[in-house]
Protein backbone atom coordinates (compact mmCIF):
# COMPACT_ATOMS: atom_id res chain seq x y z
CA UNK A 1 0.00 0.00 0.00
CA UNK A 2 0.98 3.44 -0.88
CA UNK A 3 2.65 5.21 2.24
CA UNK A 4 0.67 8.64 1.38
CA UNK A 5 -1.88 10.26 1.65
CA UNK A 6 -3.46 13.37 -1.03
CA UNK A 7 -6.45 15.32 -1.72
CA UNK A 8 -8.70 13.57 -4.40
CA UNK A 9 -8.71 16.77 -6.88
CA UNK A 10 -7.78 20.53 -6.47
CA UNK A 11 -8.63 23.77 -8.57
CA UNK A 12 -5.96 26.49 -9.43
CA UNK A 13 -6.31 29.77 -11.49
CA UNK A 14 -4.11 29.85 -14.27
CA UNK A 15 -1.01 32.10 -13.32
CA UNK A 16 -1.37 31.43 -9.94
CA UNK A 17 1.20 29.05 -7.55
CA UNK A 18 -0.70 25.43 -6.78
CA UNK A 19 -0.21 24.26 -3.41
CA UNK A 20 -0.34 20.65 -3.46
CA UNK A 21 -0.06 18.75 -0.20
CA UNK A 22 0.42 14.92 1.12
CA UNK A 23 0.95 13.56 4.33
CA UNK A 24 3.25 11.09 5.07
CA UNK A 25 3.06 10.53 8.79
CA UNK A 26 4.69 7.37 8.82
CA UNK A 27 7.95 8.33 6.98
CA UNK A 28 11.02 6.21 7.99
CA UNK A 29 14.71 8.11 8.29
CA UNK A 30 15.80 6.87 5.24
CA UNK A 31 13.02 7.66 2.78
CA UNK A 32 12.61 10.02 0.44
CA UNK A 33 9.79 12.38 -0.73
CA UNK A 34 9.29 12.13 -4.82
CA UNK A 35 6.75 14.02 -6.69
CA UNK A 36 5.84 12.60 -9.79
CA UNK A 37 2.64 13.80 -12.26
CA UNK A 38 1.22 11.74 -14.80
CA UNK A 39 -0.85 13.61 -18.52
CA UNK A 40 -3.85 12.30 -20.02
CA UNK A 41 -2.02 9.07 -21.39
CA UNK A 42 1.39 9.41 -21.15
CA UNK A 43 3.57 8.13 -18.25
CA UNK A 44 4.57 9.49 -15.27
CA UNK A 45 6.73 12.64 -15.16
CA UNK A 46 9.30 13.48 -12.39
CA UNK A 47 9.49 16.40 -10.77
CA UNK A 48 11.44 17.02 -8.07
CA UNK A 49 12.57 15.14 -4.70
CA UNK A 50 14.24 15.66 -1.10
CA UNK A 51 14.97 14.21 1.94
CA UNK A 52 14.45 16.98 4.65
CA UNK A 53 15.62 19.78 3.32
CA UNK A 54 13.15 22.24 1.00
CA UNK A 55 13.99 22.01 -2.90
CA UNK A 56 13.91 23.55 -6.22
CA UNK A 57 13.91 23.22 -9.44
CA UNK A 58 12.91 24.54 -12.97
CA UNK A 59 9.65 22.96 -12.53
CA UNK A 60 8.50 22.98 -9.06
CA UNK A 61 9.75 23.85 -5.12
CA UNK A 62 9.15 21.33 -2.27
CA UNK A 63 8.55 22.20 0.99
CA UNK A 64 9.39 19.18 3.68
CA UNK A 65 7.84 20.05 7.29
CA UNK A 66 10.53 19.75 9.88
CA UNK A 67 9.40 16.48 11.34
CA UNK A 68 8.85 15.33 7.66
CA UNK A 69 5.28 13.94 8.19
CA UNK A 70 4.00 16.10 5.36
CA UNK A 71 5.05 18.09 2.15
CA UNK A 72 3.84 20.40 -0.39
CA UNK A 73 4.78 20.54 -3.96
CA UNK A 74 4.69 24.01 -5.18
CA UNK A 75 3.47 25.26 -8.98
CA UNK A 76 4.42 28.71 -8.73
CA UNK A 77 2.86 29.99 -11.53
CA UNK A 78 0.13 27.16 -12.80
CA UNK A 79 -0.47 26.58 -16.79
CA UNK A 80 -3.15 24.99 -18.89
CA UNK A 81 -0.03 22.72 -19.28
CA UNK A 82 0.33 21.81 -15.60
CA UNK A 83 -2.83 19.76 -15.75
CA UNK A 84 -2.80 16.50 -14.70
CA UNK A 85 -2.44 13.83 -11.91
CA UNK A 86 -0.15 14.48 -9.40
CA UNK A 87 1.41 11.67 -7.34
CA UNK A 88 3.72 12.13 -3.34
CA UNK A 89 5.35 9.24 -3.03
CA UNK A 90 8.02 8.04 -0.66
CA UNK A 91 11.01 5.63 -1.34
CA UNK A 92 13.63 4.11 0.46
CA UNK A 93 17.00 4.51 -0.44
CA UNK A 94 17.65 2.17 -3.51
CA UNK A 95 18.42 -1.30 -3.21
CA UNK A 96 16.36 -4.79 -3.40
CA UNK A 97 13.45 -3.25 -1.80
CA UNK A 98 12.99 -0.19 -3.98
CA UNK A 99 9.24 -1.10 -4.86
CA UNK A 100 7.71 2.62 -5.62
CA UNK A 101 4.48 2.13 -4.90
CA UNK A 102 1.82 4.65 -6.00
CA UNK A 103 -1.39 6.30 -4.54
CA UNK A 104 -4.31 7.44 -6.53
CA UNK A 105 -2.36 10.95 -6.91
CA UNK A 106 -4.53 14.75 -6.35
CA UNK A 107 -6.00 15.51 -9.91
CA UNK A 108 -5.00 19.19 -10.65
CA UNK A 109 -7.17 21.20 -12.71
CA UNK A 110 -5.61 24.99 -13.94
CA UNK A 111 -8.49 27.20 -14.76
CA UNK A 112 -8.57 29.60 -17.26
CA UNK B 1 11.24 12.29 -24.74
CA UNK B 2 12.28 10.71 -21.09
CA UNK B 3 14.55 7.67 -22.81
CA UNK B 4 12.47 4.79 -22.30
CA UNK B 5 10.72 3.75 -25.58
CA UNK B 6 7.66 0.87 -25.31
CA UNK B 7 6.28 -0.84 -28.53
CA UNK B 8 3.73 -1.19 -29.39
CA UNK B 9 1.50 1.50 -28.48
CA UNK B 10 -1.63 0.36 -28.63
CA UNK B 11 -2.49 -3.54 -28.75
CA UNK B 12 -5.72 -5.43 -29.23
CA UNK B 13 -5.70 -9.11 -28.65
CA UNK B 14 -8.47 -11.90 -27.99
CA UNK B 15 -8.21 -14.07 -24.75
CA UNK B 16 -6.27 -17.06 -26.73
CA UNK B 17 -3.72 -14.95 -28.30
CA UNK B 18 0.05 -14.71 -27.39
CA UNK B 19 1.62 -11.22 -27.29
CA UNK B 20 4.82 -9.15 -26.13
CA UNK B 21 5.13 -5.89 -24.85
CA UNK B 22 8.80 -4.26 -25.40
CA UNK B 23 10.49 -1.86 -23.63
CA UNK B 24 13.63 -0.30 -24.07
CA UNK B 25 16.55 2.07 -22.82
CA UNK B 26 19.82 3.31 -23.77
CA UNK B 27 20.50 5.22 -20.52
CA UNK B 28 22.71 2.91 -19.04
CA UNK B 29 20.23 2.28 -16.36
CA UNK B 30 20.45 -0.58 -13.57
CA UNK B 31 16.62 -1.39 -13.07
CA UNK B 32 13.75 -1.62 -14.63
CA UNK B 33 10.07 -2.05 -13.94
CA UNK B 34 6.59 -2.98 -15.05
CA UNK B 35 3.76 -1.12 -13.81
CA UNK B 36 0.01 -2.09 -14.90
CA UNK B 37 -2.81 1.45 -14.49
CA UNK B 38 -6.06 0.13 -15.09
CA UNK B 39 -8.76 3.12 -15.68
CA UNK B 40 -9.38 5.03 -12.50
CA UNK B 41 -6.85 3.24 -10.42
CA UNK B 42 -3.31 3.80 -9.45
CA UNK B 43 -0.24 2.19 -10.75
CA UNK B 44 -0.07 -1.41 -9.93
CA UNK B 45 3.75 -2.39 -9.41
CA UNK B 46 4.24 -5.96 -11.44
CA UNK B 47 7.97 -6.60 -11.40
CA UNK B 48 10.98 -5.54 -10.77
CA UNK B 49 14.69 -6.18 -12.33
CA UNK B 50 18.16 -5.44 -11.13
CA UNK B 51 20.87 -5.84 -12.98
CA UNK B 52 19.06 -8.35 -15.17
CA UNK B 53 17.38 -10.10 -12.12
CA UNK B 54 14.10 -10.19 -11.10
CA UNK B 55 13.94 -8.84 -7.52
CA UNK B 56 10.24 -8.50 -7.50
CA UNK B 57 6.80 -10.58 -8.60
CA UNK B 58 3.94 -8.43 -6.81
CA UNK B 59 1.64 -11.41 -6.97
CA UNK B 60 1.35 -11.00 -11.21
CA UNK B 61 -1.06 -14.04 -12.57
CA UNK B 62 1.25 -16.29 -14.22
CA UNK B 63 -0.49 -15.31 -17.65
CA UNK B 64 2.23 -12.46 -17.31
CA UNK B 65 5.99 -13.62 -18.09
CA UNK B 66 8.31 -11.04 -17.83
CA UNK B 67 11.87 -11.54 -19.82
CA UNK B 68 15.24 -8.84 -18.95
CA UNK B 69 17.94 -11.03 -21.47
CA UNK B 70 19.79 -7.66 -21.40
CA UNK B 71 20.12 -4.17 -18.96
CA UNK B 72 18.37 -2.36 -21.42
CA UNK B 73 15.57 -4.53 -22.68
CA UNK B 74 12.32 -5.51 -20.65
CA UNK B 75 9.79 -7.52 -22.38
CA UNK B 76 6.47 -8.53 -20.75
CA UNK B 77 4.95 -11.81 -22.75
CA UNK B 78 1.36 -12.12 -22.77
CA UNK B 79 -0.76 -15.37 -23.05
CA UNK B 80 -4.44 -16.20 -22.58
CA UNK B 81 -5.49 -12.55 -20.71
CA UNK B 82 -8.48 -12.02 -19.60
CA UNK B 83 -10.63 -8.63 -20.51
CA UNK B 84 -10.03 -7.52 -17.39
CA UNK B 85 -5.96 -6.95 -17.60
CA UNK B 86 -6.91 -4.57 -20.65
CA UNK B 87 -4.93 -1.65 -19.17
CA UNK B 88 -2.33 0.46 -19.77
CA UNK B 89 1.20 -0.72 -19.13
CA UNK B 90 4.30 1.31 -18.33
CA UNK B 91 7.67 0.23 -18.09
CA UNK B 92 10.27 2.67 -16.27
CA UNK B 93 13.67 2.77 -15.21
CA UNK B 94 16.39 3.87 -12.73
CA UNK B 95 19.95 3.97 -12.42
CA UNK B 96 19.68 3.09 -8.93
CA UNK B 97 19.99 5.19 -5.54
CA UNK B 98 17.79 7.87 -5.06
CA UNK B 99 17.57 8.64 -8.89
CA UNK B 100 13.99 9.08 -9.97
CA UNK B 101 12.38 6.94 -12.42
CA UNK B 102 12.05 7.25 -16.08
CA UNK B 103 8.84 6.24 -17.73
CA UNK B 104 7.82 5.31 -21.27
CA UNK B 105 4.75 6.47 -22.40
CA UNK B 106 3.04 2.80 -22.20
CA UNK B 107 1.38 0.32 -24.29
CA UNK B 108 -2.53 0.60 -24.47
CA UNK B 109 -3.56 -3.25 -24.05
CA UNK B 110 -7.25 -4.25 -24.67
CA UNK B 111 -8.32 -7.70 -24.08
CA UNK B 112 -11.21 -8.89 -26.11
Known amino acids: DAKTTQPTSMDCAEGRAANLPCNHSTISGNEYVYWYRQIHSQGPQYIIHGLKNNETNEMASLIITEDRKSSTLILPHATLRDTAVYYC?????????????FGKGTRLHILP | ETGVTQTPRHLVMGMTNKKSLKCEQHLGHNAMYWYKQSAKKPLELMFVYNFKEQTENNSVPSRFSPECPNSSHLFLHLHTLQPEDSALYLCASTPGDNSPLHFGNGTRLTVT
Open chain 1, 89 to 101: IVRVFWGRDDKII
